[in-house]
């Protein structure tokens, strides 16, 4: 598996959409934000990238059928 780096900022077009997130997973988020000098939406973003670039899809037992 790659290794998670923080991101070097840049603007991409986005989109606006509401989610709910864990308070802990949020808190930790909200730390790295301000240790890295970067927004807290920019952090999940990469994550949610680097999730779905190493996701392993035959791992995926939701898509499978019973």
Do not use: G, H
Not at 4 to 10: A, S, T
Not at 24 to 48: A, D, P
């Amino acid at each position: 598996m790659k290794t998670f780096k923080l991101p070097n900022i840049d603007d991409e077009k986005s989109i606006l959409k509401t989610i709910r997130i864990k308070f802990s997973t949020l808190k930790k988020v909200e730390e790295l934000s301000k240790k890295n000098n970067l927004s807290v939406n920019r952090i999940i973003n990469e994550c949610i990238e680097f999730a779905l670039e190493n996701l392993n899809e035959n791992d995926n037992t939701q898509n499978k059928k019973i």
